[in-house]
């Protein structure tokens, strides 16, 4: 089993900037893809950013230009900075990690808690 904690969302005005990170532990041989997703009630949940193993990054279109995920591989991190934020930005924002289990050959996937970050006008 694997468990992702994430910290660090609160509330902002817009234009501010805040940082999420998310800390995998448990049974980890490997970490492939690791990313962020947001939801908000009633909508699905959306892509946010992804970085590969290799540190390859993928964001959606919204957040170009504005986010910027990075990683850490020897303490199993992924981070999230956020930059001038927007109320539109406001939502419950997940942790995922894609990991081979020790002794696995099975990808599996993982989630985190989710943490609320708020974005005020």
């Known amino acids: 089993q694997v468990h992702l904690v994430e910290s660090g969302g609160g509330l902002v005005q817009a234009g501010g900037s805040l940082g999420l990170s998310c800390a995998a532990s448990?049974?980890?041989?490997?970490?492939?893809?690791m990313g962020w997703y947001r939801q908000v009630p009633g909508k699905q949940r959306e892509l946010v950013a992804t970085?590969?193993?290799?540190?390859?990054?993928n964001y959606a279109d919204s957040v170009k230009g504005r986010f910027t995920i990075s990683r850490d591989n020897a303490k199993n991190t992924v981070y999230l900075q956020m930059n001038s934020l927007k109320p539109e930005d406001t939502a419950v924002y997940y942790c995922?990690?894609?990991?081979?289990?020790?002794?696995?050959?099975?990808?599996?996937?993982?989630w985190g808690q989710g943490t609320q970050v708020t974005v005020s006008e």
């Open positions: 448990g049974s980890i041989f490997s970490i492939q893809a």
């Open positions: 995922n990690a894609e990991v081979y289990n020790i002794g696995s050959t099975t990808l599996t996937n993982y």
């Open positions: 970085i590969g193993s290799s540190g390859s990054t």
